[in-house]
């Protein structure tokens, strides 16, 4: 063979290899489990309640990360002040930070005994064990997603614009909610579905800051967790449907952001 | 070099390591001969020691929850040797032919543990409402020993306790870091447990009677590759080097 | 008439220092003409308030927009300039209408509605006022943001390069329709341009810019009659003359000048035409002499000033519109040239650019 094709039969095995590696556990899924099943454990009251407090605690932690997170990469993304790249590093640390360890960080900071933890308990704040505690694990884990797709979606909107709109009687708040956000929607879009999916999944932080508590801190990869050891078929089920809610989410993102995709590939 | 020359390169090399990744994954052992065991949590400690002085060789520990660890083998996991903190899921493994006839090896005890300057002083202490408990899950062996205590005591006492629970451990070292962290006032833990955070926590025994019957049991699994070092490891916890590390940390000798 | 705008800066641009002074007067277009790098869209940036100088003072209508000495800077929103930029940035999410009535937020909605149609009607694009910019034509495109400009009323019209983008076609109907709306504009216009013969068909005056320095200020022809540097010779290489073109004879375009003189070219075009001389193409002789071939162009011309820049002359001539030719030293001896002679001004058919205006 030549060497060009020689370099595509590479790069097709290589694709392969990585669809097959990737898609064979979650197939694998949905081949043990019967859609009865599935089914089943939607009607059983703990899968539903993990469930619930799954979708109630991403929701909010994606809400905040997308609050507080949108303008902070906007600054990133526009303004070059002394010490970006170390703050850039900083809010990107979570990334690489293994999920125990974030734990441990929480703890560390926010726990009864961590630097904070007099502050909040003298400000009535409870997080540890409780739900407002799984939501701040979320909100550590997931944001660095939604922050690095957010200023790099900002970074892409032509300066011209931003300055046209300023020029047209636009101030800097109104620039940022008519131009700025409307263009780097498709970016932002696609970070959120990021971080919620990062949010979904999450297991070792919530486990160590927050507990693993019926309706209150058990969300569904915990409630998996204790699955597997007593139903491995329940655990199936239940990681089935978390599978599903995955999927619905990113093709709801897909969709959203189809009609913005052409003007963002240019 | 020019540009295709290195993309072909770095498209062979991708190849190659993809090829080998699955080729390690192929049932290939991680070190020629280290023994493979899943432990349940509370045995951390001396069996980390003991596997550092085990004659036959180098180990290696998985330790986490003891239901975790029997379901992982029902699933196909193949450790050489699982322990676990109760007799029952050693025998279902048995009964199911994954394992050998298990053997117990030691007892424990199941205390209250409480930071060390508590105002938890007793079970009447945990019972009290705004006092947080930590306890295992229902299948755990510490969980379901706790459940069995609490089920002895008189009703409106175990209903309580019940009621002060914030959190349902995987396994027992979680109830530990809970406690440690000031997370929980009290935890259900066995008492090695707490011997090993060296004064970090405090243990309140528990009334005789109420006392559940904990019992270690460890097993071959079938199908080892190391079947007689697997032995040796097993006979060695029973009495031998993992007997004395045993009760070393605290471990009880094995009930009648 | 006084001045309505008036900038004055000093500014580090990289390595090179910017250091301007200009006036625009109402209805006038001052065209900022240069190389790339000189300086002249940071000048627009400066008046608009999207860059501050270090030093600097932009004045409108007598209004203080900037006094770097003062303190005082309003922010661009509050400066209301009609800004063309280079790319002409429109706002790839809303339709053309939508681009078009952006600056016109806080104005009541019907009236939003008439301006911005009325404009989109203006620039010939109500067919496309529900498209998005992505979907436009190039020159589709460059209305869009010119008309987006002019919605708001504002009080300076600043256009960075408003015809490079565009294809050659293109740019000749656009530069007639940017010369009405200049004409019709009534504000002062900065217009910035590396091309001179653009300066000199829309910009009343034309200032060059080199390494952040206006080297020469004054109207196209005389830049083009009297450079004041070789560099200015250089640049405003083209002369530039306006008449009426028609098919002629042989294949050729026979062009009517504006105020008379007939010449032929070997461009196609019909029309209102500008015609585009390069000085060193004129040739001069004196007046006795006889007609050569009838390629020649001729026009009889005065000799109005004599300017030397290097070893070339530059003699500017008035016909029936001013002309410049360049010669050597030695024919202005040998052809014994000064200020009040008559010449004949002759170049080729071929020499003889036509653009459609």
């Given at each position: 063979m030549t060497g060009p094709r020689v370099f595509s039969v590479l790069l097709g095995l290589a694709l392969a290899g990585a669809v097959v590696f990737l898609t064979l556990p979650i197939v694998a899924i949905f081949i043990d489990t019967s859609p009865g099943r599935l089914v089943e454990s939607l009607g059983d009251p703990t899968a539903r309640e993990a469930l619930r407090l799954s979708l109630e605690t991403t929701a909010l932690a994606l809400a905040i990360i997308v609050l507080a997170g949108t303008p902070a990469a906007y600054l990133m993304a526009t303004r070059d002040f002394r010490g970006r790249a170390v703050v850039q590093t900083l809010v990107e640390l979570p990334l690489v930070l293994p999920p125990a360890a974030a734990g441990i960080g929480l703890l560390a900071a926010?726990?009864?005994?961590?630097?904070l933890g007099g502050t909040l308990e003298r400000a009535g704040v409870e997080l540890v064990l409780q739900t407002a505690g799984v939501v701040v694990a979320l909100v550590l884990v997931a944001a660095p997603f939604y922050l690095r797709q957010a200023e790099a979606a900002f970074s892409a909107v032509p300066t011209s614009a931003i300055a046209a709109s300023r020029t047209l009687g636009a101030g800097e708040a109104s620039t940022l909610l008519r131009v700025v956000v409307p263009t780097a929607r498709p970016g932002l879009i696609a970070g959120a579905a990021l971080a919620w999916g990062r949010a979904l999944g999450e297991f070792g932080a919530t486990l160590m800051?927050?507990?693993?508590?019926?309706?209150?801190?058990?969300?569904v990869p915990l409630a998996i967790y204790e699955r597997f050891s007593v139903d491995f078929p329940a655990a199936l089920a239940l990681s089935a449907v978390l599978v599903c809610v995955s999927f619905a989410l990113l093709l709801a993102v897909k969709l959203l952001t189809g009609r913005g995709g052409a003007v963002a590939a240019r | 070099m020019r540009p295709a020359r290195v993309g072909q390169l770095l498209a062979a090399a991708a190849t190659a390591m993809l090829v080998a990744a699955v080729l390690a994954g192929?049932?290939?052992?991680?070190?020629?001969?280290a023994l493979a065991v899943s432990a349940a949590a509370s045995l951390r400690d001396p069996l980390t020691r003991y596997g550092y002085a085990f004659a036959g060789g180098p180990v290696r520990f998985s330790f986490a929850g003891s239901d975790q660890l029997a379901q992982q083998v029902r699933q196909g996991a193949k450790p050489d040797v699982f322990a676990s903190a109760n007799t029952s899921l050693p025998g279902r493994l048995y009964a199911e032919g994954l394992v050998e006839r298990p053997t117990v090896f030691a007892g424990n005890r199941l205390v209250l543990a409480v930071p060390a300057r508590s105002e938890v002083r007793s079970l009447a202490d945990a019972a009290r409402p705004g006092v947080k408990v930590a306890i295992g899950s229902a299948s755990v062996p510490v969980g379901s020993y706790t459940r069995e205590v609490l089920a002895r005591l008189p009703q409106p006492g175990a209903e309580r306790v019940m009621a002060n629970v914030r959190s349902e451990e995987p396994d027992v070292k979680g109830i530990v870091g809970k406690l440690t962290q000031g997370a929980v006032d009290a935890g259900f833990v066995y008492v090695t447990d707490v011997t090993a955070t060296k004064g970090t926590l405090r243990a309140l025994e528990l009334r005789r009677a109420l006392q559940p019957s904990v019992s270690y049991a460890a097993a071959v699994v079938r199908g080892t590759k190391h079947l007689a070092r697997a032995r040796k490891f097993v006979a060695g916890l029973v009495a031998g080097e993992g007997q004395r590390e045993l009760r070393a940390a605290g471990f009880e000798p094995p009930p009648r | 008439m006084a001045p309505l705008l008036h900038v004055e800066a000093r500014t580090q641009l990289g390595d090179l220092e910017l250091e301007t002074a200009l006036v625009a007067r109402t209805g006038e277009c001052l065209a900022l003409a240069?190389?790339?790098?000189?300086?002249k869209s940071t000048v627009l940036r400066i008046v608009a308030g999207l860059l501050r100088p270090e030093h600097g003072v932009v004045r409108c209508d007598g209004r203080v927009w900037l006094d770097t000495t003062a303190g005082v800077d309003l922010p661009p929103e509050r400066r209301c300039c009609g800004f063309v930029f280079q790319d002409y940035a429109l706002f790839e999410h809303l339709t053309a209408r939508q681009n078009v009535a952006y600056g016109l937020r806080d104005r009541p909605r019907e009236e939003r509605r008439v301006r911005a149609d009325g404009l989109l009607e203006r620039f010939e694009l109500l067919s496309r006022a529900?498209?998005?910019?992505?979907?436009?034509?190039g020159g589709e495109r460059q209305r869009v943001a010119v008309a987006r400009a002019l919605a708001p009323e504002p009080n300076v019209l600043l256009l960075d390069?408003?015809?490079?983008?565009?294809?050659a076609r293109t740019r000749a109907r656009a530069a007639r329709e940017l010369a009405a709306v200049l004409r019709d504009a009534g504000r002062p216009a900065v217009l910035v341009t590396h091309d001179f013969t653009e300066a000199a068909l829309l910009g009343d005056r034309v200032a060059v810019l080199d390494r952040g320095r206006v080297v020469q200020e004054g109207e196209p022809a005389e830049l083009a009659a009297a450079p004041a540097s070789a560099f200015v010779a250089d640049f405003t290489g083209a002369v530039v003359l306006t008449g009426a073109a028609r098919p002629g004879p042989g294949g050729l375009t026979e062009v009517e000048l504006d105020g008379g003189g007939r010449v032929r070219s070997t461009y196609q075009a019909e029309g209102h035409v500008a015609v585009s001389l390069f000085p060193w193409e004129i040739l001069l002789d004196p007046p006795e002499a006889t007609a050569t071939s009838s390629a020649r162009n001729q026009l009889v011309a005065e000799i109005v000033s004599l300017t030397t820049v290097g070893g070339r002359v530059r003699v500017g001539l008035a016909a029936s519109q001013p002309l410049a030719a360049e010669v050597t030293a030695d024919a202005v001896r040998e052809l014994d040239l000064r200020v009040g002679g008559r010449v004949v001004a002759s170049w080729k058919a071929t020499a003889t650019r036509l653009i459609v205006v």
């Open positions: 926010l726990g009864p005994r961590g630097i800051f927050a507990g693993s508590f019926r309706g209150v801190t058990q969300t | 192929c049932g290939r052992r991680d070190a020629p001969g | 240069g190389p790339s790098g000189a300086g529900d498209a998005r910019p992505a979907t436009l034509s390069e408003p015809l490079s983008a565009l294809d």
